[in-house]
């Protein structure tokens, strides 16, 4: 079973409208959560990373929040645009492990 | 500043052969890893490379094996390709640690 569980598989949404991507993970111990963009056939790019005591951290129109309590993460977009179609993949590290899930898939429709 | 670097971006070989993938770290990074990222999903990690000493290994078959160099690039070498080795290839590069790691595009290789 995969220690991080992503959600939505994939999304579909209108240009200009916001989304939130979802992140469960049962990693521990958990030392930090990290979010990528992957387009297509490129490599992942880092959004956001958040250590413990963080619970949001802001890059742009992204806004990614993490409750270590519960062990989830979102991502949240906002006023998409069409070039924010690609892969959002989160990504744990559990001490000198990193885990990653299978991906959000997006795309922004005109 | 250039970013990881990788080569070939694409390559295609028949089942039976051998592959060898290159990558080369940001300047100043020591660690690089690989990974395998299969069509529709997440990156599995293979290999870490610090200093030129392997520190980590992930559940791949003896076929895999890497090195580091002592400029620090790396090469990821695949034997006796299967169908199932096609994917995309990897390379994440470090100062010294996993939080900060850069990708690299990636070495599209298909087996047929």
């Known amino acids: 079973k995969n220690q991080v569980e992503q959600s939505p598989q994939s999304l579909i949404i209108l240009e200009g409208k916001n989304c939130t991507l979802q992140?469960?993970?049962?990693?521990?111990?958990?030392?930090?959560l990290r979010w990528y963009k992957q387009d297509t056939g490129r490599g992942p790019v880092s959004l956001t990373i958040?250590?413990?005591?963080?619970n949001t951290k802001s890059n742009g129109r992204y806004t990614a929040t993490l409750d270590a309590d519960t062990k989830q993460s979102s991502l949240h977009i906002t006023a998409s645009q069409l070039s924010d179609s690609a892969s959002y993949i989160c990504?744990?590290?559990?001490?000198?492990?990193?885990?990653f899930g299978k991906g959000t898939r997006l795309h922004i429709l005109p | 500043d250039a970013g990881v670097t990788q080569s070939p971006t694409h390559l295609i070989k028949t089942r039976g052969q051998q592959v060898t993938l290159r990558c080369s770290p940001i300047?100043?990074?020591?660690?690089v890893s690989w990974y395998q990222q299969v069509l529709g999903q997440g990156p599995q990690f293979i290999f870490q490379?610090?200093?030129?000493?392997?520190?980590g290994r992930g559940n791949f078959p003896d076929r895999f094996s890497a090195r580091q160099f002592p400029n620090y690039s790396s090469e990821l070498n695949v034997n006796a390709l299967l169908l199932g080795d096609s994917a995309l290839y990897l390379c994440?590069?470090?100062?010294?640690?996993?939080?900060?790691?850069?990708f690299g595009p990636g070495t599209r290789l298909t087996v047929l």
């Open positions: 490379y610090y200093e030129k000493e392997e520190r």
């Open positions: 300047s100043g990074h020591k660690s």
């Open positions: 992140c469960n993970y049962t990693v521990s111990p958990f030392s930090n």
């Open positions: 994440a590069s470090s100062l010294v640690s996993y939080n900060e790691q850069f």
């Open positions: 990504v744990v590290r559990e001490d000198d492990k990193i885990i």
């Open positions: 958040m250590t413990f005591s963080e």
